[in-house]
């Protein structure tokens, strides 16, 4: 925990919030150190966890249940893992599926034979299924077939699989939901969120994604009768699908967006205040940037878009490289300075440079992650006078105020969530249909439409609300912005240039994503745990930011 008595750590000013928060520098984000399954894998490291592994039913072929155990935090938890037979024309990563190869549940204690029973027969219904309150996690998987046959074919033969496919695919498996926080019956955050290790944002399903890699790995070799290779299993990590669902988290939860902004951008300016480097932090950053040029090698995608923005980074990394000369280095506050030079490049090379100078300071920064959570939620100060309401949006939304709604191509999108699955949806206005069911994302017209309400209103906030309650919303979020300045994305969220993988990219991103490859600008497939330490190597569990594969 923070020290309230420690004196004040020397930082400079935080990145202004109208840069960091455009949707484009947002869609530019890497993992950190302060990511959330790094924080996971640090704390266990720190704390000695041992995995276990007490039941494993497979058959031949892998179909079957197993049951993982670790002890973190004070608690046990276990992962139950469910494979079964799958035909090849019902595997699908879409939100259609109703079968998957993998099912889990991420349990609260070890369970007896009765309760896996239970959890066999209800994981692979997923949705259609109730869940338990000691059910903390619900997750499932699906096999990426071609890489999985060819390791299991390899394994047999006494071989060891293609080192290139490995580094090309790099997973197994991928996870096509991580449900956790009281859905489908499983327990609410609040049940468990303030034990030790568990306070973290996401850190239940960062804990079920590791875990469920591991297994993997157990599977594969289970199927194919022999051990893998130590270095190409570490590089073996989770895939993940990720669409539209995830993309209004961000919106609906500004006090959370803030904290982990916050939490992000103090950390810069606490690395950027470091006056003098020593000889070791010189020589670590010049190994981070090496791996970074051998990342980005390793990055390939097919998106065209995608790929274009990857092989700028590439071209521009060389200069980064050779911008940072002894002499610069050895100079007073290099980081600092190499933040501001970074102007010069790509958003994504600015990005990438933010993300590797918090790397080597640990001791400095590590300790923030425990502001990443809150548990406040915005509320309407309905006293507030009308003229500094006003004043407010003059000075955090004139961009918004200044948006012409009218225009077609600022308001050519609209929000809404689909009946038959539930989850949200980004529509067309004007060639689909549904935009009277739109979800209340329009932030910047809602604050353009306060702001107009407000003209020429005198006294408190709350005789302007009581007639117009449809306003209440946005004076919220206004009020709050003024607070949490980086509560809010700093974009029209249905205009035409609006792209929702942008804030899927960054929330992804603080999960500890990489390896984000667009299959569109409305979903992703991403890598989580690449690099990560394996469940006997938690002793050296923290150094795995842009994991990369020798062949």
């Known amino acids: 925990m923070l020290d309230d008595h420690a004196p004040p750590i020397p930082q400079r000013p935080l990145r202004p919030p109208t840069?960091?928060?455009?949707?484009?520098?947002?869609?530019?984000?890497?993992?950190?150190?302060?990511?959330?399954?790094r924080s996971v894998t640090r704390r266990m490291g720190a704390?000695?966890?041992?995995v276990t592994r007490p039941v494993w039913e497979m058959d031949a072929d892998g179909f079957g249940?197993?049951?993982?155990?670790?002890d973190f935090g004070g608690h046990t938890y276990s992962l139950v893992a469910v494979s079964t037979d799958l035909p090849p024309d019902q595997r699908t990563d879409r939100v259609i599926a109703t079968a998957w190869d993998t099912s889990y549940v991420l349990y609260d204690g070890v369970p007896d034979a009765d309760e896996i029973a239970r959890i066999c027969r209800a994981a692979p219904q997923q949705e259609a299924a109730r869940f338990d309150p000691r059910d903390l996690v619900l997750s499932r998987a699906n096999k990426s077939v071609r890489l999985f046959a060819h390791v299991v074919e390899a394994l047999r033969a006494g071989r060891q699989p293609d080192a290139g496919m490995?580094?090309?695919?790099?997973?197994?498996?991928?996870t096509t939901a991580v449900y956790g926080n009281g859905k489908f019956g499983i327990a609410d955050r609040d049940k468990f969120g303030q034990r030790p290790g568990m306070s973290g944002p996401f850190a239940a399903e960062m804990l079920t994604v590791w875990l469920i890699r591991g297994f993997t790995h157990d599977l594969v070799e289970h199927v194919g009768g022999a051990p893998l290779d130590r270095a190409l299993k570490r590089?073996?990590?989770?895939?993940?699908?990720?669409?539209?669902?995830?993309?209004?988290?961000?919106v609906s939860h500004p006090l959370l967006l803030d904290a982990w902004m916050q939490v992000r951008e103090t950390a810069l300016a606490r690395v950027r205040a470091v006056e003098t480097l020593t000889p070791g932090q010189i020589t670590r950053v010049y190994e981070l940037v090496m791996r970074a040029a051998q990342h980005l090698a390793q990055w390939q995608v097919p998106d065209r878009i995608a790929q274009g923005r990857i092989d700028v980074t590439r071209r521009e990394w060389p200069e980064v490289a050779?911008?940072?000369?002894?002499?610069?280095?050895?100079?007073?506050?290099?980081?600092?300075?190499l933040v501001c030079d970074s102007a010069r490049w790509s958003i994504d090379t600015q990005e990438l440079i933010a993300a590797l100078v918090l790397e080597p300071f640990g001791d400095l920064i590590d300790g923030l992650t425990?502001?990443?959570?809150?548990?406040?939620?915005?509320?309407?100060?309905?006293?507030?006078?009308?003229?500094?309401?006003?004043?407010?949006?003059?000075?955090?939304?004139?961009?918004a105020v200044d948006t012409d709604f009218d225009d077609p191509h600022h308001c050519a999108q609209f929000w809404y969530v689909s009946e038959a699955k539930q989850e949200p949806r980004l529509g067309s206005r004007f060639i689909e249909?549904?935009?009277?069911?739109?979800?209340?994302?329009?932030?910047?017209?809602?604050?353009?439409?306060?702001?107009?309400?407000?003209?020429?209103?005198?006294?408190?906030?709350?005789?302007?609300?009581?007639?117009?309650?449809?306003?209440?919303?946005?004076?919220?979020?206004?009020?709050?912005?003024?607070?949490?300045?980086?509560?809010?994305?700093?974009?029209?969220?249905?205009?035409?240039?609006?792209?929702?993988?942008?804030?899927?990219?960054?929330?992804?991103?603080?999960?500890?994503?990489?390896?984000?490859?667009?299959?569109?600008?409305?979903?992703?497939?991403?890598?989580?745990?690449?690099g990560a330490p394996l469940a006997d190597e938690l002793h050296n569990a923290d150094d795995w930011w842009l994991p990369t594969f020798a062949s």
């Open 19 to 37: 840069d960091v928060m455009r949707l484009r520098r947002m869609g530019a984000g890497f993992p950190t150190r302060l990511s959330f399954l």
């Open 47 to 50: 704390e000695g966890a041992q």
């Open 65 to 70: 249940h197993a049951v993982y155990c670790v």
């Open 166 to 174: 490995i580094r090309d695919v790099g997973y197994l498996m991928r």
């Open 235 to 250: 590089h073996l990590g989770i895939g993940n699908a990720t669409g539209l669902g995830m993309a209004p988290f961000l």
């Open 322 to 337: 050779a911008h940072l000369t002894p002499d610069f280095m050895g100079g007073a506050a290099p980081l600092d300075r």
């Open 370 to 399: 425990d502001c990443m959570s809150t548990p406040f939620v915005p509320v309407l100060d309905p006293a507030m006078a009308c003229a500094d309401l006003s004043a407010l949006i003059a000075r955090d939304w004139q961009w």
């Open 433 to 530: 249909e549904g935009a009277a069911l739109e979800s209340p994302l329009d932030i910047a017209r809602q604050v353009k439409a306060l702001a107009g309400a407000l003209h020429g209103q005198t006294g408190p906030i709350a005789a302007v609300l009581a007639a117009h309650p449809e306003h209440r919303a946005a004076a919220r979020r206004v009020q709050t912005l003024a607070r949490h300045p980086y509560a809010e994305i700093r974009d029209n969220l249905i205009g035409d240039d609006c792209l929702p993988i942008d804030m899927l990219r960054c929330k992804l991103a603080f999960f500890g994503a990489a390896k984000f490859d667009p299959k569109s600008d409305r979903w992703t497939r991403i890598t989580l745990a690449q």
